[in-house]
């Protein structure tokens, strides 16, 4: 029996408990057996309705969700060079309201932010109750980019960077989660999973498009080079802080259509999930709205 979508999409939530294998995780899956008796072109149109249908109900939720002012929304993005970070947030959330999304890219840390917990910077930028916070890359960064690249710690003695280290930061990102959902704030994290068969081709797009090279830095060459240190960090990662609070999701990134009507999806649902509703207004307030209203009315031109 083929799967609905909802059920598709809920095969990339990673659970909270349990060993975590991203090699389980196909980048390629929109290609699999529930799809294969869909044309290339028929799965691209069917894409593209699924997608327009969960623009239109991310603009409804969040204009509950700010109408409401009750709850905030964090979406975390993470995912290798050329994943699909900045056109997932193009066209996932091109029906928002600008007003309610605010979406912030970090890059290599300041000295000032370095002189600070390795948290502090991302507790600036969280989305405030009532809007959708949007953060590529973010405080994971620190145990991924940080973790391959260990003498980025600086300081740090040498005999105090192994796995308790590491555990420590995961178990200060978790507890940060925990706050935030008690708090109001709905975590949502994704990964995009692409493969490296795939980045190759998005390299090479990117570098023979001239209207494409300006997005190639030769950094990502270097850390192509590290990619089997980079994935044991994303799966440890992963496995260390999927929790029911800020569950993580393994998206397929290799079909980009496919990864945006997860990702879609996914966020439409959760907050859905918070059953949020429009203020009411009543009583003492509603008689004087009702007396405005007549007062307006009363002002209408006569006809002649």
């Given at each position: 029996m083929a799967l609905t979508f909802k059920e598709v999409r809920q095969l990339f939530q990673v659970p909270s408990s349990g060993r975590v294998r991203l090699?389980?995780?196909d980048p390629g899956w929109a290609a699999a057996d529930e799809?294969?008796?869909l044309t290339k072109d028929q799965l691209k149109a069917q894409a593209a309705a699924f997608l327009e249908?969960?623009?239109?109900?991310?603009?409804?939720?969040q204009e509950r969700l700010y109408a409401s002012d009750t709850h905030s929304v964090l979406i975390v993005l993470q995912a290798s060079d050329a994943a699909g970070k900045d056109g997932t947030i193009k066209h996932v959330m091109s029906g928002v309201n600008p007003q309610g999304c605010q979406i912030y890219a970090f890059k290599k840390p300041s000295s000032e932010e370095l002189d600070h917990n390795f948290l502090w910077r991302y507790m600036k930028a969280l989305p405030e109750r009532g809007r959708i916070g949007i953060f590529n890359r973010s405080y994971y960064e620190d145990v991924l980019v940080v973790r391959v690249h260990p003498e980025l710690l600086g300081r740090l003695p040498d005999e105090e960077r192994g796995e308790k280290f590491w555990q420590g930061r995961y178990d200060d990102i978790n507890a940060f989660e925990r706050h935030l959902a008690r708090n109001g704030t709905l975590v949502l994290k994704f990964f995009l999973h692409i493969s490296k068969e795939e980045q190759r081709q998005r390299f090479l797009a990117r570098l023979d498009e001239p209207a494409k090279r300006w997005k190639f830095e030769m950094g990502d060459v270097a850390e192509r080079k590290l990619w089997d240190k980079y994935m044991h960090a994303y799966e440890d990662a992963i496995r260390h802080t999927s929790r029911p609070e800020a569950p993580w999701h393994v998206v397929p990134a290799d079909n980009k259509r496919f990864a945006r009507l997860v990702i879609a999806e996914s966020i439409v649902e959760a907050m859905e999930n918070l059953d949020l509703q429009f203020?009411?207004?009543?009583?003492?307030?509603?008689?004087e709205?009702?007396?405005?209203?007549?007062?307006?009315?009363?002002e209408a031109p006569k006809r002649k």
């Open positions: 090699r389980d995780y799809f294969k008796e249908q969960n623009v239109a109900d991310l603009a409804k939720a203020p009411k207004v009543e009583d003492a307030a509603l008689k709205l009702k007396k405005v209203r007549r007062a307006l009315l009363a």
